[in-house]
C-alpha cells in the first residue's frame, strides 16, 4: 500500500484554494437567534426580527414576488411550525415601518409569548424552510424564574 505526504509548500499551495477541506460534523439549522426583549412581548404582538438576519437568512431563499410582499404594507401570511410543540401557526411577516426591521406580527402574542409563556431574556431561534416555504421556532433557553425554580426543585 503506497503513502502519500505532502510537503508544506503543496499544503500552503492547497489551502489558498476556493474549495474548503474542512470537515463540517454539525451544522446549526437555526440561522437567527434572539434574546426576547419586553417589546417582543408586549402589546404590539410583534417578534422584531433584524433587517441583517433577514437579508442574509430568509430573502435569498424567498422568491421575488414573496420579498416584495413581505416589503409591502401588507407584508406575507407565512406559516410557523413551532419544532418544540409540533405545532404551526399563521403570523403575517413584514417590515415594520419605524424601525426599518421585520417583524412576525398578527398572533405572535396569543399563539407563542402567552401559550409558550414567554418571558424577557429567553433565548429562541428561528430559521426559514425554503422547501415548505416556512418559519420554523424554537425556545433555546427559557431564563430562569420563581415558577420555573419551584417546579424544578
Known amino acids: ?3 502519500s505526504s ?3 509548500s ?3 499551495i492547497a489551502s489558498n ?3 474548503s477541506t474542512e470537515l ?3 451544522c446549526d439549522p437555526w440561522k437567527i437567534k434572539k434574546i426576547l426583549t419586553k417589546s417582543d412581548l ?3 404582538s410583534r417578534l422584531l426580527i433584524p433587517t441583517s438576519c433577514v437579508e442574509t437568512h430568509v430573502f435569498p431563499f424567498m422568491s421575488v414576488d414573496a420579498v416584495k410582499q413581505v416589503q409591502s404594507k401588507d407584508g406575507l401570511r407565512v406559516y410557523v411550525w413551532d419544532y418544540d410543540t409540533r ?3 399563521q403570523l403575517e411577516f413584514k417590515k415594520w415601518p419605524s424601525s426599518k426591521s421585520y417583524v412576525l406580527t398578527l398572533n405572535w402574542n396569543k399563539d407563542f409569548v402567552k401559550r409558550r409563556n414567554l418571558k424577557e431574556k429567553d433565548q429562541i431561534a428561528l430559521f426559514w424552510d425554503p422547501y415548505r416555504s416556512r418559519f420554523w421556532f424554537r425556545v433555546l433557553h427559557q431564563s430562569a424564574s ?3 425554580y419551584l417546579i424544578t426543585c
Open 1 to 3: 500500500m503506497a503513502y
Open 6 to 8: 505532502f510537503s508544506s
Open 10 to 12: 503543496s499544503l500552503a
Open 17 to 19: 484554494r476556493s474549495v
Open 24 to 26: 463540517e460534523l454539525y
Open 42 to 44: 408586549g402589546d404590539l
Open 87 to 89: 405545532s404551526v401557526h
Open 146 to 148: 420563581i415558577y420555573s
